[in-house]
């Protein structure tokens, strides 16, 4: 086979807090926003899903070429999750996430990254 | 509002190492154990979304009423990535990652599991 992924992807875990009501009711700027991200950091969309929870609450995510991308939000805590998972490279979503926090507006965020080796043989 | 989240939700973060190539490729098998092994756990598919790459790799993507479940496969390095993010209740994903275990038999796994807080005011 000649075609070979990255042995190392990255994995982001984020939490925005303290997000306001008009923002994280506003769907389709949430949606928007993280096609615009996703795309400034040059990851290829494939697909796309999304809900609209009673009384409240939003989901959406979506599948891309490196792997995946997902925003849930939760209006009732003024938070709403973010996670993206890329295969491409190791230092991947940094983009993402400046773009999300500059479009979302957190006052507050809880961020984890981690690496996530698909290769059995590759040594840290 | 009376509808509330649990203030705690629960992620999982997996490779499955050394799973069979026939496994691999077998693309409806690993679609119909994620399918499954989501209904066991009682959560809600609302939309799949799914890809084969050429000239190899899968990716699946469920969009849950509980969030979201993924798979991405690597027949490069025989192994796959499993994401699963629940906001349900802090242990979700234990029935399913069992299921995805039976099923797609890896030898050996590489799991993380964390908490996710998303109501700012809930003390750990």
Excluded: W
């Amino acid at each position: 086979m000649e075609y070979k992924t990255n042995p190392v992807g990255n994995e982001i875990s984020c939490v925005f807090h303290n997000v306001s009501n008009e923002i994280l009711n506003n769907h389709r700027l949430i949606k928007g926003s993280l096609i615009e991200a996703l795309k400034k950091e040059g990851f290829t969309i494939l697909d796309i899903s999304s809900h609209e929870f009673s009384p409240q609450g939003f989901s959406f995510c979506a599948l891309i070429a490196e792997s995946h991308a997902t925003i849930h939000t939760y209006p009732e805590y003024n938070s709403l999750a973010f996670h993206l998972y890329s295969c491409r490279s190791p230092n991947d979503g940094q983009i993402v996430l400046k773009h999300l926090k500059e479009k979302l507006k957190p006052e507050r965020i809880k961020l984890a990254t981690k690496k996530v080796i698909v290769d059995p043989n590759f040594k840290t």
